[in-house]
């Protein structure tokens, strides 16, 4: 080990909480990072929101902090967790993260920093198999046919040899397998477990290691379902901590909306006939009205569903109820459920199965009766269809409410963070969304340099969007760009219907290679993206975060319009006619801002490294036609803005004559 290795190794032991110059030390150009990790370069921007947050930790404060790409947030905020001796929970937005955080990101900080605190990763119940529900699998006919035999066997054989029962492990059966639902641990089945039981319970064992680490890393659906049980004062997933990290914290509201709302869907329904005739079998034979009551269940759900017309649709429940069929469907469902309760209430006592299905069945009956009663106006009243199915939706007009509440009961440092937080230099929508109050705050630039390695094309004299060609002016704009960027494109849609006729048109007409969203899983669709080096690639919503191309193969990225969320939308317009009714602009207050943070989201997949360059064009005029123009451009990267196509055919033949 090198002098400079010791003097750092014994500079890392001497961190103090909420010293200035600690942070700037470990993430410089002199510290451990710098001596350890290959390519490491000290970014001012990193070191900035490192010291803010340790000093957040330090001062039990709240911190909102936006990092621009390439800032390296991660390591901001796991050396201060790993330096300051506290318990820790880190919450990611989605399940990959938090593999990534927990796998690669923390390992290497640890090893880095010579401080290893016990570290836990901690999933939802589905995310583990359950041992108990793979025996009672292997007896279902349903799971018979070969393919899914196959898989099933393949789930059986590791189950035995796994140690941590994590479905991630398993790479030959597809996430979108249907065995998995039969599998995996669920509330239903394994909330009453045995004492002889719970030795081999994964979920558990993954729990009790969660309770006695320093470090949890969990994902915002486990931390807002635990959030949601404090709120209710039914008990709690995750154990206290001194310390909560969110990362991708833009994601929370939408979040925490749906783990402070309720839900039924016919599924629940479904499964809840199909068990209570599966324990029936086992446990109360003799108890006929059970099997009966099981199946008068299972048609009143089939004939709720055709209640509502043949169509998929997501729509006001307002819209529906005074309707004679649907009303009728609905009060014979809820007439079903309870006549299922009475003899699952009397045998309950014959087994677990019994009442596990007793207690889901009241469950049913309550969020039924708290959906057909209108009169809590907190709540936004929907319905969704699917080709077989429905969901019955109970969603906070906001989550400010609650979640401050949840806030103000867990007494610790807050910090949120994200690449995108802030409109227009302002962090009052995300606060206002989650009900913060007295929070410090930072903003740090992407390190990249913008103005050099990348071009903000707008074409000029584009259609406004609502007319007729706008879509084929998008198409002729996409076609030069990617004929200029030699491929290497993202073309990102706000809507499925355009993603379709552009991906219509372009498999005739492109020279590129074209993938679209859905016709391969998504990490599949980036990896063959990549790999191919000049491909084009059509995607909407999912592919506007998340989705990291480093290097040449992502030159140019291209977005049809304003990602404005629909106005049918029925939990949208229900929050916009509250805002209304409050006496608050809700274009400005909330459409406006939830629309810039989604197009900083979009721009955001272009440049993904220091040496990265290329083109991000934005088709829609509005961004230069209207008032609210200059927010979405004034919360973006500063990049130079150009007009002309030819402009964006010089810089591209400028980077090759670079290389």
Request: aromatic content about 8%; charged content about 25%; hydrophobic content about 40%.
């Given at each position: 080990?090198?002098?400079?290795?010791?003097?750092?190794?014994?500079?890392?032991?001497?961190?103090?909480?909420?010293?200035?110059?600690?942070?700037?030390?470990?993430?410089?150009?002199?510290?451990?990072?710098?001596?350890?990790?290959?390519?490491?370069?000290?970014?001012?921007?990193?070191?900035?929101?490192?010291?803010?947050?340790?000093?957040?930790?330090?001062?039990?404060?709240?911190?909102?902090?936006?990092?621009?790409?390439?800032?390296?947030?991660?390591?901001?905020?796991?050396?201060?967790?790993?330096?300051?001796?506290?318990?820790?929970?880190?919450?990611?937005?989605?399940?990959?993260?938090?593999?990534?955080?927990?796998?690669?990101?923390?390992?290497?900080?640890?090893?880095?920093?010579?401080?290893?605190?016990?570290?836990?990763?901690?999933?939802?119940?589905?995310?583990?198999?359950?041992?108990?529900?793979?025996?009672?699998?292997?007896?279902?006919?349903?799971?018979?046919?070969?393919?899914?035999?196959?898989?099933?066997?393949?789930?059986?054989?590791?189950?035995?040899?796994?140690?941590?029962?994590?479905?991630?492990?398993?790479?030959?059966?597809?996430?979108?397998?249907?065995?998995?639902?039969?599998?995996?641990?669920?509330?239903?089945?394994?909330?009453?477990?045995?004492?002889?039981?719970?030795?081999?319970?994964?979920?558990?064992?993954?729990?009790?290691?969660?309770?006695?680490?320093?470090?949890?890393?969990?994902?915002?659906?486990?931390?807002?379902?635990?959030?949601?049980?404090?709120?209710?004062?039914?008990?709690?997933?995750?154990?206290?901590?001194?310390?909560?990290?969110?990362?991708?914290?833009?994601?929370?509201?939408?979040?925490?909306?749906?783990?402070?709302?309720?839900?039924?869907?016919?599924?629940?329904?479904?499964?809840?006939?199909?068990?209570?005739?599966?324990?029936?079998?086992?446990?109360?034979?003799?108890?006929?009205?059970?099997?009966?009551?099981?199946?008068?269940?299972?048609?009143?759900?089939?004939?709720?569903?055709?209640?509502?017309?043949?169509?998929?649709?997501?729509?006001?429940?307002?819209?529906?109820?005074?309707?004679?069929?649907?009303?009728?469907?609905?009060?014979?469902?809820?007439?079903?459920?309870?006549?299922?309760?009475?003899?699952?209430?009397?045998?309950?006592?014959?087994?677990?199965?019994?009442?596990?299905?007793?207690?889901?069945?009241?469950?049913?009956?309550?969020?039924?009766?708290?959906?057909?009663?209108?009169?809590?106006?907190?709540?936004?009243?929907?319905?969704?269809?699917?080709?077989?199915?429905?969901?019955?939706?109970?969603?906070?007009?906001n989550v400010a409410k609650p979640f401050s509440n949840a806030l103000s009961q867990l007494k610790c440092s807050w910090v949120f963070t994200s690449a995108t937080l802030a409109v227009n230099g302002s962090f009052e929508h995300f606060q206002n969304q989650l009900g913060i109050e007295d929070a410090s705050e930072i903003q740090v630039d992407s390190p990249f340099d913008y103005k050099k390695n990348a071009l903000l094309y707008l074409p000029a004299n584009m259609p406004q969007p609502q007319q007729p060609g706008y879509d084929a002016a998008v198409l002729r704009v996409a076609a030069e760009v990617v004929d200029a960027s030699e491929g290497r494109c993202f073309i990102l849609f706000t809507s499925h219907r355009a993603l379709e006729l552009a991906a219509a048109e372009m498999r005739r007409s492109c020279r590129f290679p074209v993938l679209v969203q859905g016709q391969m899983p998504k990490r599949e669709l980036v990896d063959a993206f990549q790999s191919m080096g000049n491909a084009v690639l059509l995607g909407t919503s999912s592919f506007w975060e998340g989705v990291d191309v480093r290097g040449s193969a992502l030159s140019s990225v291209i977005i049809d319009k304003l990602p404005f969320a629909s106005p049918g939308d029925?939990?949208?317009?229900?929050?916009?006619?509250?805002?209304?009714?409050?006496?608050?602009?809700?274009?400005?207050?909330?459409?406006?801002?939830?629309?810039?943070?989604?197009?900083?989201?979009?721009?955001?997949?272009?440049?993904?490294?220091?040496?990265?360059?290329?083109?991000?064009?934005?088709?829609?005029?509005?961004?230069?036609?209207?008032?609210?123009?200059?927010?979405?451009?004034?919360?973006?990267?500063?990049?130079?803005?150009?007009?002309?196509?030819?402009?964006?055919?010089?810089?591209?033949?400028?980077?090759?004559?670079?290389?």
């Amino acid at each position: 080990m090198s002098e400079e290795s010791v003097t750092s190794a014994s500079e890392i032991a001497a961190l103090s909480l909420g010293d200035p110059d600690s942070m700037a030390f470990v993430l410089g150009d002199h510290g451990p990072f710098a001596d350890s990790k290959p390519g490491f370069r000290a970014r001012t921007e990193q070191q900035q929101l490192a010291t803010a947050i340790d000093t957040c930790i330090a001062e039990s404060n709240i911190l909102i902090g936006e990092a621009g790409t390439g800032v390296g947030k991660t390591f901001a905020y796991l050396v201060p967790a790993l330096t300051c001796g506290k318990r820790v929970i880190i919450s990611t937005g989605t399940r990959h993260l938090q593999d990534q955080l927990f796998h690669t990101d923390l390992p290497v900080v640890r090893r880095t920093l010579g401080r290893h605190p016990r570290v836990a990763l901690l999933k939802g119940r589905a995310n583990y198999v359950c041992k108990r529900r793979v025996e009672r699998a292997m007896r279902n006919p349903a799971l018979r046919e070969p393919a899914l035999s196959a898989q099933l066997a393949q789930i059986r054989n590791w189950s035995d040899q796994t140690s941590t029962g994590d479905i991630s492990e398993v790479l030959d059966v597809p996430e979108s397998s249907p065995v998995w639902g039969h599998v995996t641990s669920n509330d239903d089945f394994c909330s009453d477990h045995s004492p002889e039981d719970l030795g081999g319970c994964f979920v558990n064992k993954a729990r009790k290691r969660a309770m006695d680490a320093t470090i949890v890393v969990v994902n915002h659906h486990l931390f807002c379902a635990d959030l949601a049980l404090k709120e209710g004062s039914f008990g709690e997933i995750l154990p206290d901590a001194d310390v909560v990290v969110i990362d991708e914290a833009h994601q929370l509201p939408d979040t925490a909306a749906v783990f402070f709302g309720r839900r039924l869907s016919s599924r629940q329904l479904f499964d809840l006939a199909r068990d209570s005739q599966a324990e029936f079998l086992t446990e109360a034979p003799d108890v006929t009205e059970i099997r009966d009551r099981s199946a008068a269940l299972e048609k009143a759900t089939r004939d709720f569903r055709l209640s509502l017309g043949i169509d998929q649709r997501r729509d006001a429940w307002a819209v529906v109820e005074s309707k004679s069929a649907v009303s009728s469907a609905l009060t014979h469902l809820q007439e079903t459920l309870e006549l299922l309760f009475e003899p699952l209430d009397i045998a309950s006592v014959r087994g677990k199965g019994l009442e596990s299905c007793r207690r889901r069945c009241l469950a049913h009956m309550e969020v039924l009766e708290s959906y057909t009663d209108q009169r809590d106006e907190d709540y936004i009243h929907w319905f969704e269809t699917y080709r077989t199915g429905f969901s019955l939706n109970l969603t906070p007009q906001n989550v400010a409410k609650p979640f401050s509440n949840a806030l103000s009961q867990l007494k610790c440092s807050w910090v949120f963070t994200s690449a995108t937080l802030a409109v227009n230099g302002s962090f009052e929508h995300f606060q206002n969304q989650l009900g913060i109050e007295d929070a410090s705050e930072i903003q740090v630039d992407s390190p990249f340099d913008y103005k050099k390695n990348a071009l903000l094309y707008l074409p000029a004299n584009m259609p406004q969007p609502q007319q007729p060609g706008y879509d084929a002016a998008v198409l002729r704009v996409a076609a030069e760009v990617v004929d200029a960027s030699e491929g290497r494109c993202f073309i990102l849609f706000t809507s499925h219907r355009a993603l379709e006729l552009a991906a219509a048109e372009m498999r005739r007409s492109c020279r590129f290679p074209v993938l679209v969203q859905g016709q391969m899983p998504k990490r599949e669709l980036v990896d063959a993206f990549q790999s191919m080096g000049n491909a084009v690639l059509l995607g909407t919503s999912s592919f506007w975060e998340g989705v990291d191309v480093r290097g040449s193969a992502l030159s140019s990225v291209i977005i049809d319009k304003l990602p404005f969320a629909s106005p049918g939308d029925p939990v949208l317009q229900a929050r916009i006619n509250g805002l209304k009714k409050n006496g608050i602009n809700a274009f400005a207050e909330y459409q406006l801002p939830k629309a810039v943070l989604t197009l900083k989201q979009g721009v955001g997949r272009l440049i993904r490294d220091v040496n990265d360059r290329g083109v991000m064009v934005i088709c829609d005029p509005r961004l230069q036609t209207k008032d609210y123009g200059s927010t979405f451009l004034n919360s973006l990267p500063g990049m130079r803005a150009v007009q002309k196509p030819h402009s964006v055919v010089q810089f591209f033949r400028q980077g090759d004559t670079a290389s």
